[in-house]
């Protein structure tokens, strides 16, 4: 990572890319390296979230290609008012939601497949957070992860995903209902 | 008062105070159990921070490169066909005002006429096309810009022609009316082209 001149921030979580000004100007005159350096620069953020996001790993991957063909078309409307990697991030995000959408994961699929995969007699069951985080719904998954890991607000979500602000705090707050549950950490009665 | 729910615990980490925050608030500074609540909710948050970042199995930039040519390839041969439109409209105008110095006088207003009835009938074209509703990419609203600002400039020559003395008149307003003619006929080929291209 450091080699490539890119380092997170523990605190913010945050990709800062060195020298992004100049690599930007020569990305923006068309320069292919210049774009070689942003994919090796944000290729792992912006796959582990395609990837927490959408169901199998070649969507995921279609993501990937996708957000950045649409990062080298669209460089001119960057204008730099923020972080470079939130411009990236957000590209990425709208590409694994509109994957979603595309393949149909809807609430009634959700449902259904609750109840193939959360039945009833679970509530003893304890898995690690990885695997509760795959194991839940489509869209919990990916308000869950956009809010607490991603740091987008409500509001930012709802407009990505086209729903109400009401509709991502209640998908939240299912995620960390069947979080807490399958983790074993739900409050003594 | 009950314990706090998960909703409740999940509004207290929102910014902004929504009704009811304050009592909540007041709540979880004197409930142990709640305090508990919210620190696993808080754990569990940075644990789902914590985790570590999925890698993508092979490596994509070749596609992408490849991806990015054929699409520069696109946008050159693109922005190659749009000036030689340009270019060819200019042509066109100055044959036109060329031409319309050697004609004697009544010929010169039947060309006058036709040249009238050709220009509503490519501005009826544009119209029926209605580019205006269209989604457009920059490069065909700049070349379709600058061709509308110079029929604005005829135009505007058109009156100040009209204004003369009818002796020496028509051979500007004929010419005038040419290049009218000739920009109509680059800003349809303008916006058909980019129809094709988008497959409209």
Same mark, same amino acid.
């Given at each position: 990572?450091?080699?490539?001149?890119?380092?997170?921030?523990?605190?913010?979580?945050?990709?800062?890319?060195?020298?992004?000004?100049?690599?930007?100007?020569?990305?923006?005159?068309?320069?292919?390296?210049?774009?070689?350096?942003?994919?090796?620069?944000?290729?792992?953020?912006?796959?582990?979230?395609?990837?927490?996001?959408? %169901?199998? *790993?070649?969507?995921?991957? #279609? =993501?990937?290609?996708? /957000?950045?063909? +649409?990062?080298?078309?669209?460089?001119?409307?960057?204008?730099?008012?923020?972080?470079?990697?939130?411009?990236?991030?957000?590209?990425?995000?709208?590409?694994?939601?509109?994957?979603?959408?595309?393949?149909?994961?809807?609430?009634?699929?959700?449902?259904?497949?609750?109840?193939?995969?959360?039945?009833?007699?679970?509530?003893?069951?304890?898995?690690?957070?990885?695997?509760?985080?795959?194991?839940?719904?489509?869209?919990? %998954?990916? *308000?869950?992860?956009?809010? #607490? =890991?991603?740091?987008? /607000?409500?509001? +930012?979500?709802?407009?990505?995903?086209?729903?109400?602000?009401?509709?991502?705090?209640?998908?939240?707050?299912?995620?960390?209902?069947?979080?807490?549950?399958?983790?074993?950490?739900?409050?003594?009665? | 008062?009950?314990?706090?729910?998960?909703?409740?615990?999940?509004?207290?980490?929102?910014?902004?105070?929504?009704?009811?925050?304050?009592?909540?608030?007041?709540?979880?500074?004197?409930?142990?159990?709640?305090?508990?609540?919210?620190?696993?909710?808080?754990?569990?948050?940075?644990?789902?921070?914590?985790?570590?970042?999925?890698?993508?199995?092979?490596?994509?930039?070749?596609?992408?490169?490849?991806?990015?040519?054929?699409?520069?390839?696109?946008?050159?041969?693109?922005?190659?066909?749009?000036?030689?439109?340009?270019?060819?409209?200019?042509?066109?105008?100055?044959?036109?005002?060329?031409?319309?110095?050697?004609?004697?006088?009544?010929?010169?207003?039947?060309?006058?006429?036709?040249?009238?009835?050709?220009?509503?009938?490519?501005?009826?074209?544009?119209?029926?096309?209605?580019?205006?509703?269209?989604?457009?990419?920059?490069?065909?609203?700049?070349?379709?810009?600058?061709?509308?600002?110079?029929?604005?400039?005829v135009d505007e020559e058109l009156e100040a022609a009209n204004r003369l003395d009818p002796r020496g008149r028509d051979a500007q307003v004929l010419g005038l009316w040419r290049q009218r003619v000739g920009l109509l006929n680059a800003l349809v080929d303008v916006h058909m082209t980019?129809?094709?291209?988008?497959?409209?």
């Amino acid at each position: 990572m450091q080699g490539l001149g890119i380092f997170q921030s523990a605190m913010t979580d945050t990709y800062v890319l060195a020298d992004a000004p100049a690599l930007l100007a020569r990305a923006r005159a068309g320069d292919l390296t210049a774009f070689e350096q942003v994919y090796r620069a944000y290729e792992v953020p912006v796959y582990n979230l395609a990837r927490r996001i959408c %169901r199998t *790993v070649e969507d995921a991957e #279609d =993501v990937l290609q996708e /957000t950045f063909f +649409e990062v080298c078309r669209s460089i001119h409307q960057y204008r730099g008012d923020g972080s470079l990697w939130g411009w990236v991030r957000t590209i990425a995000a709208s590409k694994a939601l509109m994957r979603l959408r595309r393949n149909k994961y809807r609430d009634a699929d959700e449902f259904e497949e609750e109840l193939h995969r959360a039945p009833r007699s679970d509530s003893g069951l304890r898995m690690d957070l990885e695997a509760a985080l795959e194991r839940l719904p489509e869209t919990s %998954r990916a *308000v869950v992860w956009l809010h #607490d =890991v991603e740091g987008y /607000t409500h509001e +930012e979500i709802a407009g990505m995903m086209g729903k109400t602000v009401s509709f991502s705090k209640s998908q939240l707050a299912r995620a960390h209902t069947r979080l807490r549950r399958w983790l074993g950490e739900e409050p003594a009665a | 008062m009950s314990h706090l729910t998960l909703e409740q615990l999940l509004q207290l980490r929102e910014p902004g105070l929504e009704p009811g925050v304050f009592s909540l608030r007041a709540h979880l500074a004197q409930c142990a159990q709640c305090q508990m609540e919210a620190s696993r909710l808080d754990q569990r948050s940075a644990r789902l921070r914590a985790l570590p970042a999925l890698r993508p199995a092979r490596d994509h930039w070749s596609a992408l490169e490849q991806q990015f040519k054929v699409e520069r390839r696109r946008r050159w041969l693109r922005r190659v066909s749009l000036i030689g439109l340009a270019a060819a409209a200019g042509f066109a105008l100055m044959l036109a005002i060329r031409s319309a110095n050697h004609l004697p006088g009544p010929s010169k207003q039947l060309a006058i006429d036709e040249a009238m009835a050709r220009s509503r009938q490519l501005e009826q074209l544009i119209q029926s096309y209605n580019p205006d509703a269209r989604v457009t990419d920059g490069r065909t609203v700049r070349v379709a810009g600058e061709l509308e600002d110079r029929i604005a400039l005829v135009d505007e020559e058109l009156e100040a022609a009209n204004r003369l003395d009818p002796r020496g008149r028509d051979a500007q307003v004929l010419g005038l009316w040419r290049q009218r003619v000739g920009l109509l006929n680059a800003l349809v080929d303008v916006h058909m082209t980019r129809a094709s291209a988008v497959g409209y």
